[in-house]
């Protein structure tokens, strides 16, 4: 069983970011990547706070806008003001919403040029039209580091277990647009562990810690792990059992250090793309 690396790759994905930016700087661009936080939100100001810090690492410039019990107006109309600014060149917009702002509502207002994190609906469009667009970062992560695995993607039963907007839908159409057979799996799906145990490639997005077992990994199966679930000692475990991972998987990622550190640098690699004009970054 192989301990799939997310900080490596992460590292050489920094250091690329750093050489583009260093680029981009001195020919006169200084790449912007600006963060809309919409609540006062501990686990998010932390993850912000990680993204700034990577940022700087790269030599992205990073730009937050802290809103308090914000509207959907609001929030939208800050959206088009940073998609106009042409000194920001990517825009994220942070979950938790307030109460009664839905995530469709906002997201549209982020110019496609600049959605670094595919939230725009137009962007998942693209991406399921096979056309350029910039992915969600996560869900870019998993195929960044089944590349980096060399994992055969054509024809392989792959399995992707969480629907969602942001990870399991993205994640799906990106091994679809790659030729992977897929199945994508959710709450109603009836026999999951038989599902999940006939996957060569095993991708797991549900937010629950531990939920998959033994019975639902295939022996020498890829398994990523994507999920993020806080712990009692104020740490983070995965979806996945890591002794379950231990004892089936060929290889896999751990939480955490796997898909996490991946994703912080995927969205820098999109912004100093879409700072060099790209409309695609993975
Ligand atoms: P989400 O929106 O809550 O979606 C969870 C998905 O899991 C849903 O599709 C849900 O099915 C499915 N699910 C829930 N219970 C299930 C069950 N018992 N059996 C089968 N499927 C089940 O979550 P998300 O935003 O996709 O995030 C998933 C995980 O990834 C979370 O732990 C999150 O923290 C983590 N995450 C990590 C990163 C990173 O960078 N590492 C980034 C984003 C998210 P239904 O659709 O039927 O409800």
Redo the contacts with the bound molecule.
């Keep these: 069983m192989k301990l799939i690396d997310g900080r490596a790759a992460a590292a050489e994905i920094m250091a690329e970011v750093s050489a583009a930016a260093a680029e981009l700087r001195s020919a006169g661009t200084d790449p912007t990547l600006a963060i809309v936080v919409p609540t006062r939100d501990e686990a998010t100001a932390w993850y912000v706070r990680s993204i700034e810090r990577a940022a700087a690492k790269a030599g992205v410039s990073s730009r937050v806008e802290q809103l308090d019990a914000p509207t959907a107006d609001d929030i939208s109309g800050l959206l088009r003001r940073l998609s106009a600014d042409p000194s920001v060149h990517g825009i994220i917009c942070q979950t938790p919403l307030p109460d009664g702002v839905r995530l469709d509502e906002v997201t549209g207002h982020i110019d496609p040029g600049k959605d670094v994190d595919g939230a725009n609906p137009t962007s998942l469009g693209q991406l399921a039209a096979g056309l350029p667009t910039f992915a969600p970062?996560?869900a870019a992560?998993v195929l960044e580091l089944l590349h980096r695995e060399k994992a055969e993607l054509s024809g392989a039963r792959t399995v992707v277990?969480?629907?969602?907007?942001?990870?399991?839908k993205p994640a799906a159409l990106l091994l679809l647009n790659e030729h992977a057979t897929v199945t994508v799996?959710?709450?109603?799906?009836a026999a999951?562990p038989e599902v999940c145990a006939d996957a060569d490639i095993l991708v797991v997005?549900?937010?629950?810690a531990h939920?998959v077992g033994a019975e639902h990994i295939k022996p020498g199966a890829v398994v990523i792990d994507?999920?993020?679930?806080p712990t009692a000692d104020g740490g983070l475990t995965?979806?996945v059992d890591p002794a379950a991972a231990e004892g089936r998987a060929g290889s896999y990622t751990p939480?955490p250090g796997?898909?996490?550190p991946?994703?912080?640098a995927l969205l820098l690699r999109h912004t100093v793309a879409a700072a060099r004009g790209e409309a695609s970054g993975s």
């Design positions: 970062a996560t992560a277990v969480g629907r969602s907007t942001v990870v399991g799996c959710h709450s109603r799906t999951l997005a549900v937010g629950r939920f994507v999920g993020t679930n995965g979806d939480v796997g898909v996490g991946v994703t912080t």
